[in-house]
């Protein structure tokens, strides 16, 4: 697979110096720091500060109008070149998708620690903090989207949603995040089905030769990052790691009471926020080394140990919240190498393989659930899973500007997963269920692309993906791109996509317990893949500093996967007889500028279900302002505003705002830097505690040092 390295100009280049103002750079910053932040934080600011004018050079060194206004790409807009929407480097515009472009500097300075805060910025996704993760929703759909890092899936066949989303995924070593919006099955396989999102690495060549960063935020959340890199004439080497711990940090419990009376079961009162009294801890390393610039290999290692909250029985009428815990140790290496056979002819392999494992723990009633009876016991859930793939494409350059694209693929998983039930004493005994699976997947695609005129291009594939345990599916694409006029796009498209089960959906499952025995597992065979199709209309403008993007889609989806919990407590999933339909909207526009505003808005309707309880919302509404008087300063504000929406427990949950705000500081030719995060500004964690709990994060505020060799 080739690399997606689009020539970018540096950001270290040199740059012309200007006088600097007669205002000082302290009493600029300090005169907005609100008075109501508690006393540590302002003396962190403050001390951090004066440490940062101290040893660095003015802060108003700047370079020339016309680079620094280039420099501008606002919220993420701005015409560069991509790569996942064809496995081919092209511009932007004429890419046939709906794709948004995250580089490593729009993380930088808008403060970005997680790939759930990302998504959440974008029109079109939605996010939900859950007890235990983040739920990402896409254009209507849950977790329905492919991750990759420098091609590798960060999710295994047996669960698709278990790619890294909170803070066991580091954006530090992330040189940039390419997102599909729509399906992308095409090219990049099976469960690429509501869209795509592409994390692509740094390169030792394109940064620092040495960063170190340290972090510190509320809930006792502290952390180091940095990176070494290494370029000689044949290798350019990469390393990068990052650890953190967090302290005591709050969870939102949804919908269930945790007061009651014993005696006749009333509701004597509710307290929704549960402070953790445990460590959690996220480690991550990642390694690349590249060759003649030819070969390039891999490796990442991630594990993490999270507390959560989790209510284990939450159909019986005592519902009791307790602390869990979950682990996920994730490591993959992988070679990539890419050759010029002949003038028109070029040739990239990939092979790569993948070990998965999660494990979640959750005592059961360790007081006991009557006053006076032992308690104990406990609720596991693990799994497991080798993934061995490998990736072989060619790519012809053929006379009268058409290109083809002919690939194949292979991926073959392992999965298991086990759920083990532990009853408290005095009945003790233990009962396990215990899942297997091995799935072999043989994949084969062909892309044309066509350029009619230099300005219209036209694409057309087809993917065939034959799995072992599932009839074989087709997935074609045909898009229609033509730049009507100077920075003036119009997309016309159409794709199709296949989602496989999960491991869980093939099987109906209860956790009673029965004389040692869990009871009511039994396979279902039945079970069919889902199928996708959309048809979508895009128009793209980008021209005198004002960039406006429309995307109107329609999707039905076929044989759509389906979980319900009947009245004998079963978790049974079948495929709904019916198709379910999506309709959606999604408007973003920006100027760019010294003072860059931006709006956007985010319609996502379903046309089979409405209100369905557990659904995302219909109406979002995104706004910003970035404000960068010179290349040293870099102030950013957003406020989202999430329309109402029917929950999963009944009830419906109001309109809620969303604040955040972040300041950059980087002085010109200085190693040192800082920047400050403001996460959820008007704390509708705690606001919501006499409601429906509003599932957004609590409050935070981080604070971030860094230092470039």
């Known amino acids: 697979m080739r690399s997606a390295r689009p020539q970018t100009a540096s950001s270290n280049s040199p740059r012309s110096v200007r006088q600097p103002r007669t205002t000082p750079a302290s009493s600029l910053l300090l005169r907005g720091l609100p008075v109501s932040w508690p006393t540590p934080i302002r003396s962190a600011f403050t001390l951090l500060l004066t440490l940062l004018l101290t040893l660095c050079p003015p802060l108003y060194a700047q370079e020339s109008d016309e680079d620094f206004l280039q420099e501008q790409d606002v919220f993420f807009f701005g015409e560069e070149e991509v790569f996942s929407a064809s496995r081919i480097v092209e511009r932007a515009g004429m890419a046939p998708a709906a794709i948004t472009v995250i580089t490593a500097r729009d993380i930088e ?33 849950a977790n329905s989207f492919l991750v990759l890092l420098d091609g590798v899936p960060l999710a295994f066949q047996g669960d698709r949603e278990s790619f890294p989303r909170k803070e066991d995924l580091s954006l530090a070593m992330i040189e940039r995040i390419e997102i599909i919006r729509g399906p992308a099955a095409m090219l990049w396989g099976v469960n690429a ?39 000689t004439p044949i290798a350019d080497l990469y390393f990068a790691w990052s650890y953190r711990v967090t302290e005591e940090a709050p969870r939102r419990l949804t919908n269930a009471p945790v007061q009651f009376d014993l005696s006749d079961g009333s509701v004597t009162g509710r307290d929704d926020v549960v402070t953790e009294n445990a460590t959690d801890h996220y480690l991550d390393l990642y390694a690349r080394a590249r060759f003649w610039d030819r070969l390039t290999l891999s490796a990442r290692w991630s594990e993490f140990a999270d507390a959560f909250q989790i209510s284990p029985f939450s159909h019986a009428p005592l519902s009791l919240r307790e602390n869990g815990r979950r682990s ?24 790569y393989l993948a070990r998965y494992r999660d494990r979640s723990e959750i005592p059961l009633f360790p007081q006991g659930i009557v006053e006076g009876e032992p308690g104990g016991g406990r609720f596991e859930i ?22 083809w694209l002919l690939g194949g693929a292979y991926r073959g998983d392992f999965s298991s997963r086990a759920a083990t039930v532990v009853a ?54 045909l ?18 996509a296949t989602q496989t089960p999960d491991l869980f959906d093939l099987f109906n499952l209860s956790a009673g317990l029965v004389d040692g025995e869990v009871t009511g597992v039994e396979q279902n065979p039945d079970l069919e893949p889902e199928k996708l199709r959309s048809v979508e209309g895009i128009v793209q403008f980008d021209r005198w500093g004002f960039d406006l993007r429309a995307n109107g889609y329609y999707t039905w989806i076929g044989e759509k996967i389906v979980q319900e919990t009947g009245e004998d407590l079963v978790l049974r999933s079948y495929n709904a007889p019916e198709t379910t339909r999506y309709a959606g909207f999604e408007l973003e526009m920006a100027y760019r500028g010294v003072i860059s ?15 369905t309880p557990g659904s995302p919302p219909t109406h979002q509404v995104y706004s910003g302002v970035e404000i960068a008087p010179t290349p040293a300063i870099h102030l950013s504000a957003r406020l989202d505003w999430v329309g109402s929406r029917r929950v999963a427990g009944g009830g419906d949950l109001p309109p809620y705002p969303l604040g955040r705000l972040s300041l950059f500081i980087e002085p010109a030719n200085s190693p040192l830097s800082f920047s400050m995060t403001v996460r959820n500004l008007f704390d509708t964690f705690h606001l919501s ?19 470039r060799f």
């Open 479 to 496: 898009a229609f791109v033509s730049e009507v006029c100077s920075g003036t796009f119009l997309k016309l498209l159409y794709g199709e």
């Open 328 to 351: 996920t140790p994730l490591l993959f290496v992988q070679a990539q190498l890419r050759l010029p056979i002949t003038s028109w002819v070029e040739e990239d392999s990939q092979v």
């Open 424 to 477: 408290p004493e005095p009945q003790g005994g233990t009962g396990a269920i215990s899942l297997t699976a091995r799935s072999a997947l043989f994949s084969g695609y062909l892309q044309s692309r066509v350029a009619i005129t230099p300005k219209n291009l036209l694409t057309a594939g087809i993917r065939i993906d034959a799995p072992n345990d599932f009839a074989p599916s087709w997935n074609p694409r």
């Open 193 to 231: 089905f509501a869209g795509m999102i592409h994390l692509i690495s740094k390169e030792g060549s394109r940064v620092e030769p040495f960063t170190g960063s340290l972090l510190l935020g509320s809930f006792g959340e502290n952390g180091v990052r940095g990176s070494a890199a290494w370029v």
């Open 597 to 611: 505003p931006s709006i956007g808005y985010a319609f996502s309707h379903s046309l089979s279900a409405s209100d």
């Open 689 to 707: 505690r006499s409601v429906t709990p509003i599932p957004g994060p609590p409050r935070s505020f981080t604070l971030t040092l860094r230092y």
């Open 109 to 141: 300075r808008l403060g970005f620690e997680t790939l759930s805060e990302v998504l959440a910025t974008i029109p079109g996704f939605y996010t939900e903090e859950t007890e235990t993760n983040v739920d990402i929703w896409n254009r209507g759909l």
């Open 382 to 403: 693990s799994g497991e899973s080798f993934s061995l793939g490998a990736v072989q494409e060619f790519t012809l350059h053929l006379p009268q500007r058409v290109t």
